[in-house]
Nanobody, 123 residues
Framework: VQLQASGGGLVQAGGSLRLSCVVSGRTFSSTTMGWFRQAPGKEREFVAAITGSSITQYYADSVKGRFTISRDNAKNTVYLQMNNLKTDDTAVYYC?????????????????WGQGTQVTVSS
């Protein structure tokens, strides 16, 4: 299983970025996908998740209303649209594939991880 994340970069506060994660090696359309992030000196935290059918999305309170998770099952790709970025959003962002039934925001429920993409928001 491979997850390849991309789309990170440097952006000013208030700007936007779209992250992408291409998945190979597993049945993507039935897999719940998540985005997590880890800032320097902090633990990895949940950002957003989306079920395989796209019926349900989950968001951390800190990003609700600013970030949107989506997926294209035909392209085996999950996206994270990030708008109105804040300096506190600076982190390495990881996409992950859920491996077992658990709370959507529980990191231990995700079995496969991408390599991470750096997002830096300047003031």
């Amino acid at each position: 299983v491979q997850l390849q994340a991309s789309g990170g970069g440097l952006v000013q506060a208030g700007g936007s970025l779209r992250l992408s994660c291409v998945v190979s090696g597993r049945t993507f359309s039935s897999t719940t996908m998540g985005w997590f992030r880890q800032a320097p000196g902090k633990e990895r935290e949940f950002v957003a998740a989306i079920t395989g059918s796209s019926i349900t999305q989950y968001y951390a309170d800190s990003v609700k209303g600013r970030f949107t998770i989506s997926r294209d099952n035909a392209k085996n790709t999950v996206y994270l649209q990030m708008n109105n970025l804040k300096t506190d959003d600076t982190a390495v962002y990881y996409c992950a594939a859920r491996g077992r039934k658990d709370a959507y925001n529980n990191i231990s429920g995700y079995s496969d991880w991408g390599q991470g993409t750096q997002v830096t928001v300047s003031s």
